[in-house]
């Protein structure tokens, strides 16, 4: 089975811009969905953005659109969230996940089998 491991997390300033890799081992992301969640202490789960193989359109929750971006290179098995114009309330820890049983691009947290161990994100200012 795949498995994901995050990268690029960190700490940074308001307006300031961060990328988050998620590389798999295991299989290929070739026909497989992927997604990023964020999540905070004491909250469930929020979806931030989604690839579909299976329509080859991208979504974004309301709350990120026109912010941040996912890209992936589905033949080196990478993905990234690009995060522009970072703000203080994007601070979280983020998780990318995988499957190859979703399509559409589900915001649905419990539909992804394969997850990333999850990147601290922190934005100050």
């Known amino acids: 089975q795949i498995q994901l491991v995050e990268s690029g997390g960190g700490s940074v300033q308001t307006g300031d811009s961060l990328t988050l890799t998620c590389t798999g081992t295991?299989?290929?992301?070739?026909?497989?969905?992927m997604a990023w969640f964020r999540q905070t202490p004491g909250k469930e789960r929020e979806f931030v953005a989604s690839?579909?193989?299976?329509?080859?359109?991208?979504y974004y929750g309301d709350s990120v659109k026109g912010r941040f971006s996912i890209t992936r290179n589905s033949a080196k098995n990478v993905g990234w969230l690009q995060m522009n114009n970072l703000e203080p309330n994007h601070t979280a820890i983020y998780y990318c996940?995988?499957?190859?049983?979703?399509?559409?691009?589900?915001?649905?947290?419990?539909?992804?089998?394969?997850w990333g161990q999850g990147a601290q994100v922190t934005v100050s200012g």
């Open positions: 690839s579909s193989w299976s329509n080859g359109n991208t």
């Open positions: 996940a995988a499957d190859w049983a979703v399509e559409g691009g589900s915001p649905l947290w419990y539909e992804y089998s394969y």
């Open positions: 295991g299989r290929t992301f070739s026909r497989y969905d």
